[in-house]
């Protein structure tokens, strides 16, 4: 009877990987489709800013599914800090729908880090 709870738990827990994979991915999939939106509103600066850590995230969740590597989310933990703090730090925060989707993107690539480490670390 313990088997079959053993089971049912390790498919849960690959499950959740599975969703925040695709959680993470899809942020920086959106971050660079922000940036190309944003390069044809000509907010130059802004869509640089959408575009490398939209291509950081995808590159680093795709280097994340060949082997798992803590260090990899805490690599997007740091792209998603960057991803918050951009508008005021590069000067386009008066661009409400830039301004808007980095924050969202951001918090989101850090809440889905977060969880991935949160998981690796459970027994």
């Keep these: 009877m313990s088997r079959v ?3 049912t738990s390790s498919a849960t827990w690959r499950t959740e990987e599975i969703l925040l994979g695709i ?3 899809a942020a920086g999939v959106a971050l660079v489709l922000a940036a190309w ?3 044809f509103t000509d907010q130059t600066r802004a869509a640089a ?3 490398v850590p939209g291509l950081l995230i995808v590159a680093l969740y795709g ?3 060949i082997r798992f590597r ?3 989310e805490r690599g997007v933990l740091l792209v998603g800090a960057w991803t918050l703090v951009a508008p005021w730090a590069l000067r386009f925060a008066a661009n409400d729908g830039a301004t808007w989707s980095h924050l969202v993107v951001g918090s989101v690539a850090i ?3 977060a969880t991935w480490l949160r998981i690796a670390r459970a027994p």
Excluded: E, K, R
Aim: glycine share 0%.
């Design 70 to 72: 803590a260090v990899v």
């Design 111 to 113: 809440a889905s880090a």
């Design 23 to 25: 959680v993470q991915h």
């Design 49 to 51: 800013s959408a575009l």
């Design 37 to 39: 939106v944003l390069v």
């Design 5 to 7: 709870d053993t089971a």
């Design 63 to 65: 280097a994340n599914q």
